[in-house]
């Protein structure tokens, strides 16, 4: 009777990675911030299950926006 | 003549390098096109919010004003089945509270073939619908004598649910242990193992025993297969997206609910903050009234960025504000006054409230520079 859910597939979820090391660094530089200062996202996230992501990892975001068409948005990943 | 697009791909949104692209005259010259950009970008860098701007003064003014014209009622649905949606100012109050269940959860369930084309829609429909004992069942009774609890079945609503009397008592012992269950014709009759039980607690049992979950999805209370686009789609009045989403036959990936805590357990903070948007858009526009949705993106990530969905509430968003004077000016002033010297906290005024309070400058717009002076060591 069930049927495998493939999470990310879902309309309502944007499309999310992990950055590496070097990206991660660029982007701090970037905005010029500090992780803390970025905003949050569960480890236990439903939507990042895939990616088997640890503390202190970014992710990156690509929302679809209606002003932008594509917006991109990262946050940490945080212990509970 | 890509690689001077992607020069500016960090520089512009997407949107706008397409629009360009597809409006370019075809074979243009490269420094033709590189001035393009340029002025594109200089227009964009111009219209871009200006630091100090208070974003979130002016959201909150542009989303309270068309609030306070709209409807306080709640909108029932004229003719079938009796299904409300709360709409209107208080369905918008619920959302920006982040409150865990709406006052009226609901579900758009969308269809894999052949039930989207409308193939069996109604008894698909009907297998959703949560069945209870005490809806298939005509009376609880308790003997007294014997300390049992009589559950006489009712056939035709049993028939319906292609049930029977030994299946309904199979669930019923699955459900619930701790009884010795007999069955005859319509009637189920339940003892308690445990000896000497008090009257009371057999009537808690039989309380109990009214809600074991006979059939269909938990929580989906009401079901309405409607056409919208050429297939149908199934409403329901209650929610249960964890569920849904796993049977087969429903289109996971389409099917939402109107529970925002909801949406993120079960998919994410970023499909919650997407379904508040959509929510609190939808709720404004059918309305009539005409707000930038940018005003109310805004409002979606304060309420998302700690990773789990936070009210714009004494107990949500204010409760992380850095400075006790600004928790103060919300709601409870006295209590966060009290706590804040019981534990001797240091506010830095380095946001506006605290510094309104003080009669200081605000750190909005040409507040925000800021003298910094170099001492020098002698």
């Given at each position: 009777m069930k049927t495998k859910f493939?999470?990310?597939?879902?309309?309502l979820i944007p499309k999310h990675s992990k950055l590496s090391d070097s990206q991660k660094e660029k982007l701090l530089e970037k905005y010029n911030i500090s992780m803390n200062e970025l905003p949050r996202i569960l480890k236990t996230d439903a939507a990042i299950s895939s990616l088997e992501p640890k503390p202190n990892d970014i992710i990156k975001i690509a929302r679809k926006s209606p002003t932008a068409g594509e917006a991109f948005f990262y946050r940490v990943v945080v212990d509970v | 003549m890509d690689n001077i697009f992607a020069e500016y791909e960090d520089k512009l949104p997407v949107k706008i390098i397409e629009d360009i692209k597809n409006n370019i005259p075809k074979g243009i010259a490269q420094n033709k096109l590189r001035k393009i950009l340029e002025l594109v970008l200089e227009e964009y860098e111009n219209a871009k919010v200006h630091p100090g701007e208070a974003v979130g003064l002016v959201s909150a003014e542009s989303i309270g004003e068309p609030g306070t014209q709209m409807t306080l009622n709640t909108f029932h649905f004229a003719g079938v089945a009796e299904m409300n949606v709360t709409l209107g100012l208080p369905r918008i109050i619920e959302i920006l509270d982040g409150r865990e269940t709406p006052d009226t959860p609901a579900m758009e369930i969308y269809l894999k073939a052949p039930y989207s084309g409308g193939k069996d829609i109604r008894e698909f429909a009907l297998s959703l619908k949560e069945t209870k004992l005490s809806n298939i069942a005509d009376e609880f009774s308790i003997s007294l004598i014997n300390s049992e609890i009589e559950i006489k079945l009712n056939k035709e609503k049993m028939k319906a649910h292609s049930l029977t009397t030994p299946k309904v008592a199979a669930i019923i012992a699955k459900q619930i242990k701790g009884l010795n269950i007999r069955e005859s014709e319509e009637l189920i009759i339940l003892k308690s193992r445990a000896k000497e039980e008090s009257l009371n607690e057999i009537y808690k049992a039989k309380e109990k025993i009214k809600d074991v979950h006979i059939k269909g999805v938990k929580g989906i209370s009401q079901v309405l297969p409607i056409k919208r686009n050429d297939e149908y789609v199934i409403i329901t009045s209650g929610s249960n997206l964890a569920d849904v989403i796993q049977l087969e036959g429903v289109d996971p990936y389409r099917t939402t609910t109107n529970n925002i805590i909801e949406v993120q357990q079960v998919l994410g903070i970023e499909a919650a903050r997407q379904l508040i948007i959509n929510e609190v858009f939808k709720v404004i526009e059918n309305q009539g009234f005409n707000v930038d949705i940018r005003h109310i993106m805004l409002v979606a990530d304060t309420m998302c960025v700690s990773g789990k969905v936070k009210g714009i509430t004494r107990y949500g968003?204010?409760?992380?504000?850095?400075?006790a004077l600004a928790r103060a000016s919300f709601e409870t002033p006295i209590k966060h006054i009290i706590n804040a010297a019981l534990i001797g906290e240091i506010d830095q005024?380095?946001?506006?409230v605290e510094n309104v309070m003080l009669n200081q400058a605000v750190p909005i717009g040409t507040g925000i520079p800021q003298l910094i002076a170099n001492f020098k060591k002698k």
């Open positions: 493939k999470v990310d597939k879902h309309i | 968003v204010v409760s992380e504000k850095a400075s005024l380095e946001s506006v």
